[in-house]
């Protein structure tokens, strides 16, 4: 047996990746990035002689790492030194470090000064021109101890920087800038902290790292809802395929049952109208006639409605198939049939009784009514012509149902008028008791 993909194993499956993206998320989303002072970006000293028009003595020593020796001198108000990684020399579009969790710089330090001031410096054309980058860029800012670097590195979370109080107050920023900024940062820089003391320091930058986020958490939870929210539609829209499949094979079912029984219906109508039809004249045959027979005893115990029977009876038919042949004489049979049929209502129904002789039975029909039918089909018979220009006639015995007799008295009565219209010359109809024309008694 093959092995079919059901719904519930991709709810499975779905389960077990939300579970693991929920779980695993920090790994999944974040990435680390690496700063070498050597590698893409310019890395260069800062001081306040380059900057402020101070004192302070820079030289870049050889060795591993960005090795800064300075000597802060008086000159400058506040003396300072320090390495800056500049990401973009143009100092317009730096990094976006929006989506940075840590920051880990691996630093080390000699100095009488007991803090190191780390800056992320973010360029906006919100708050200055690109040439006035060195005062403009805002200082996302933080301050660490020179205790924290005793292991050679140091580990900032993006939500440790705030801005620079005297960058705000100097450039005379609006509210809305001091919350610190990260989506254009155009340099690292590592300075000598507040206050610092003249003297020889030692700074060596070895290497920076930071984690960046590349999808928000929020956007990585969107992002699973809408994984359930697609497989959800996608439940929806097979059970929509599915119950339309069914109802489509439904209805093609039903389609076939309703034609089965169609032909099954017709088959078996024409199964019993063969049962009770007799195959060479169309009428009723000996079956046919006793079902016909007995559903009119019953209506006539029902209504008490009269029921005429007439027997009728071809006249010397022998000598038609011994002169004409036998399939002349069927023809005369069919023909005759075909003929009574035509002349008689249609509750009357005609029946062949056997060889040459039929029974018409008359519904509603009383004694008189029976006899004048009868008179009507000898006088038709007689001036027929039929198949091959033949001539035939036939006798009548009548006979009616009555509250006297039952059923088999009434045949005998019948079958008696036709053997006295036999006798008495053929060509006639004879009703049980009552004469009906100058060729019927
Ligand atoms: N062609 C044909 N002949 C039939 C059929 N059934 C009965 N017959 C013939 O009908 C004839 C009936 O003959 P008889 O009973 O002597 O009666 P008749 O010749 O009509 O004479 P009367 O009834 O006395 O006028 C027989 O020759 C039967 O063979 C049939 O289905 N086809």
Request: hydrophobic share 40%; net charge neutral; glycine share 8%.
């Amino acid at each position: 047996m093959g092995f079919k993909w059901r719904f519930e194993y991709s709810l499975l499956l779905l389960l077990l990746l939300s579970a693991a993206a929920i779980r695993f998320s920090d790994d999944l989303l974040q990435r680390v990035r690496v700063i070498e002072p050597e590698g893409a970006f310019v890395t260069e000293s800062t001081s306040d002689r380059v900057h402020n028009s101070g004192n302070t003595e820079t030289r870049r020593a050889p060795g591993r790492g960005y090795d800064l020796r300075c000597r802060l001198r008086e000159g400058f108000g506040y003396p300072y030194c320090g390495i800056v990684v500049r990401f973009d020399p143009q100092r317009v579009h730096g990094i976006d470090l929006s989506g940075m969790r840590r920051l880990r710089l691996w630093l080390d330090y000699e100095g009488p000064a007991q803090t190191v001031k780390i800056h992320l410096r973010n360029a906006s054309p919100h708050y200055g021109l690109p040439q006035q980058e060195q005062e403009s860029a805002k200082y996302n800012h933080v301050e660490i101890t020179t205790d924290s670097l005793r292991h050679g590195m140091v580990e900032l979370d993006l939500r440790d920087f705030v801005v620079a109080n005297w960058w705000m107050q100097q450039f005379r920023m609006p509210p809305q800038f001091s919350r610190p900024e990260f989506d254009n940062i155009i340099s690292l820089e590592v300075i000598t902290g507040t206050d610092a003391p003249i003297g020889d320091y030692r700074l060596v930058l070895h290497r920076v790292e930071y984690d960046v986020q590349y999808l928000s958490t929020e956007r990585w939870y969107l992002a699973i809802m809408s994984m359930w929210l697609v497989l959800a539609l996608l439940y929806l829209l097979q059970r929509m395929v599915r119950l339309k499949a069914d109802v489509s094979q439904q209805r093609q079912r039903s389609q076939e049952l309703y034609e089965i029984n169609r032909v099954l219906d017709a088959r078996s109508k024409q199964l019993v109208q063969m049962a009770t039809t007799d195959a060479l004249t169309g009428a009723f045959n000996r079956k046919g006639l006793e079902d016909l027979l007995q559903q009119a005893l019953a209506d006539w115990h029902g209504h008490r409605h009269p029921l005429g029977l007439v027997l009728i009876d071809l006249d010397h038919f022998k000598a038609v198939n011994d002169i004409h042949g036998h399939q002349a004489g069927d023809h005369v049979l069919a023909g005759l049939a075909e003929l009574v049929r035509q002349h008689v209502r249609g509750q009357d129904a005609l029946g062949r009784w056997g060889g040459e002789e039929f029974l018409l039975v008359c519904r509603d029909t009383g004694l008189v009514q029976a006899t004048a039918i009868a008179e009507k089909l000898r006088a038709l018979i007689a001036g027929h012509e039929f198949h091959g220009g033949l001539h035939i006639t036939a006798s009548f015995g009548v006979a009616a149902l009555d509250s006297e007799r039952p059923l088999d008295q009434v045949f005998a009565a019948a079958d008696g008028a036709l053997y006295r219209a036999k006798a008495e010359g053929r060509n006639s109809v004879v009703a049980e008791s009552v004469a009906a024309s100058p060729t019927s008694r």
